[in-house]
């Protein structure tokens, strides 16, 4: 497990979706959740990075969890998801400033995404707010931008939660360049009107 989180934490930062003590990461394990140390360097991650805790309730190990531990137990509680990553990428985090919910126009953005929807909260590192809303997007959605912050994407492994990333935040980069071009976007894509009601 550690090798997981270890050469997910260097992809993540390695792709600039996060900067040096930013983002984080969580597995969960039946009643145990192993989540990434509060203030870590997702890539440079050690044993002592990891942190085991109730997936409901406090132990001594808590105090040196991520703070957002209380959004991953939330999303744990409410979904099917084993994994969840949480990263800062800049051009997801731009388009979330303007954006409601961010349709893709590439490809492998809309076979994998469809959309996203964007949330705000008053406070958006490890809120309560955040805690309470979260999981119920995530019931819906693979993956969902909490606005000016960052994506909580999840799956039954890091890597899909962080594939999830990858793309989004491709996505995001690709909409971004396009926006800014004088020219329409020609449509290209079969069934393309369902992407923004999914």
Sequence with gaps: MLEQFQSIGRDL????VISSHGGNMSVRMGDRIFITRRGSMLARLGERDIVET???ENDA???LASTEIGVHRAIYQATSALAIVHSHPPYAIVQSLVKDEIVPVDS???YLLHKVPVVAA???AGSREVAEMLP???AEYDLVMLRGHGPFAIGHLLEEAYQLTSVFELTCKILT???GMTAEVKEYRKGSEQYGSW
Excluded: Q
């Design 177 to 179: 360049i396009a926006e």
């Design 122 to 124: 008053e406070l958006t």
């Design 54 to 56: 109730g997936l409901g």
């Design 108 to 110: 492998e953005g809309s």
């Design 136 to 138: 119920a997007r995530l």
């Design 13 to 16: 930062f390695l792709a600039g």
């Design 61 to 63: 190990n808590v105090t």
